[in-house]
């Protein structure tokens, strides 16, 4: 158990929906990534927050979006879902912006 | 970040040592080599990483070649439960580089422990 929690474990959508994927980091972690990992792509990063702010960006479609709240939880906002869009979404954390990080269980989204 | 060669698959007999290699010849003085794996579709897990020394920990030992082209992920008894996708990263660590934390992660090493 790494101490990342993510909710929900599987999400089964439709397509033209929006979803929240939900990140808990371990206790004291500044920095949240968000990763995708799809059959065809391998793991992905998509975006980097630390204490709130933006850090860094990856190859995170303008659907998506991300923040990260005063209390450090993050959330993965993923907007008029497509088929292509069905993958795991992890989330990790490391206490600062560049050391190690703990990925959490992931969440699996299904778009139908 | 660095790019990484590592062979697709390996097999391993049950209690033997794995040795995983990783090539990462255009590394810089900076970059870090970490290595992660991946059981199944769960979450990536952290193994171990290190700059320029060889490090151990209690799940494996992480040999770096001098010129640190190259680097070795030991994991010294295999079990069935090694059975998992290894990562080979090259990262900058402290707060230089521009894309701070990221992770590249390529296709990594399918290693199978046989019973």
């Known amino acids: 158990d790494s101490g990342v929690t993510q909710t929900p474990k599987h999400l089964i959508t439709a397509t033209g929906q929006r979803v929240t994927l939900r990140c808990s980091p371990r206790s004291g972690d500044l920095s949240v990534y968000w990763y995708q990992q799809s059959l065809d792509q391998g793991l992905q990063f998509l975006i980097q927050?630390?204490?709130?702010?933006?850090?860094a960006k990856g190859n995170i479609l303008e659907r998506f979006s991300a923040q990260q709240f005063p209390d450090l939880h993050s959330e993965l906002n993923l907007s008029s879902l497509e088929l292509g869009d069905s993958a795991l979404y992890f989330c990790?954390?490391?206490?600062?912006?560049?050391?190690?990080?703990?990925f959490g269980p992931g969440t699996r989204l299904t778009v139908l | 970040d660095a790019k990484t060669t590592q062979p697709p698959s390996m097999d391993c007999a049950e209690g033997r040592a794995a040795n995983l290699p990783c090539n990462h010849s255009?590394?810089?003085?900076?970059?870090?080599v970490y290595w992660y794996r991946q059981i199944h579709s769960q979450g990536p897990q952290y193994i171990i990483h290190g700059l320029k020394n060889n490090e151990t920990n209690e799940m494996a030992s992480l040999i770096i070649t001098e010129d640190r082209k190259s680097s070795t992920l030991i994991l010294p008894h295999a079990t069935l439960r090694d059975t998992a996708v290894y990562y080979c990263?090259?990262?900058?660590?402290?707060?230089?580089?521009?894309?701070?934390?990221?992770?590249?992660f390529g296709q990594g090493t399918i290693l199978t422990v046989h019973p």
């Open positions: 255009t590394i810089s003085g900076n970059e870090y």
């Open positions: 990263i090259v990262r900058v660590d402290g707060a230089g580089g521009t894309s701070y934390g990221k992770l590249t």
């Open positions: 927050y630390y204490n709130g702010e933006e850090r």
């Open positions: 990790a954390s490391s206490p600062d912006r560049t050391d190690t990080q703990y």
